[in-house]
Every structure is written in structure tokens, then in C-alpha cells.
């Protein structure tokens, strides 16, 4: 019963051992995936905060592309209406020309 004994309480001493091993795997698995999980809540914030600054600019760029859409349009539209206006007047002065030739001998 002696020899029983001994290998009763060797096989405990071992279990406890393998226990003590495995809590201490589950420990060390359960901090991993914590870092995981803190490494990825931070890739994504940085994430978020690209894509705010991405979007930020492109709105920048748009609102300058749109100011210049705007600038060379009403340039273009000055222009125009000049040109318009230019030819209003020469025709007014045509058509003055021609009233006086009918009108005076």
C-alpha cells in the first residue's frame, strides 16, 4: 500500500503541476489576446483619423476647384459680355450711320 500511495501521490503532484501549467497557458493566451484587442483598437483610431484628414483635404481640394471653376466662368462670362457689349455698340453706331445716310441728303 506504501508503493500505491507514492504513485497515487505522485500522479497528483503531476496533475497539479499540468493544472498549474495549463492556468498559466490560459493566463498568458488571455494577456495576448488583450494586447491583440489593444493593437487593433489602435489601428483602428489611427485608421479613422487618416481617413478624417484624407477626407478633410479632399473637401479642401474641391472647395479650391470649385472657387477656381468659378473664377475662370465668371471671367469667361465678363469677357463674353463684353465682346457682346462691343458688338452692340458697333452695330448702334452702324445702324446711326445708316439713319443719317437716309435721313440727310
Known amino acids: ?3 500505491s500511495s507514492k504513485v497515487l501521490n505522485e500522479l497528483a503532484q503531476r496533475e497539479a503541476a499540468l493544472d498549474a501549467q495549463i492556468e498559466a497557458a490560459r493566463e498568458e493566451a488571455r494577456q495576448v489576446v ?3 484587442e489593444a493593437q487593433a ?3 483602428i483610431r489611427d485608421a479613422e483619423a487618416q ?3 484624407m ?3 479632399h473637401e479642401q481640394k ?3 476647384e470649385v472657387g477656381q471653376i468659378r473664377e475662370t466662368a465668371g471671367a469667361d462670362a465678363r469677357t463674353q459680355a463684353q465682346a457682346t457689349r462691343d458688338r452692340a455698340e ?3 453706331g ?4 445708316t439713319i443719317m445716310r437716309a435721313v440727310l441728303p
Do not use: R, T, Y
Not at 94 to 97: I, L, P, T, W
Open 1 to 3: 500500500m506504501d508503493v
Open 34 to 36: 488583450a494586447a491583440a
Open 41 to 43: 483598437a489602435g489601428i
Open 51 to 53: 481617413a478624417k484628414q
Open 55 to 57: 477626407s478633410a483635404e
Open 62 to 64: 474641391l472647395s479650391a
Open 90 to 92: 458697333g452695330k448702334l
Open 94 to 97: 452702324h445702324a446711326v450711320e
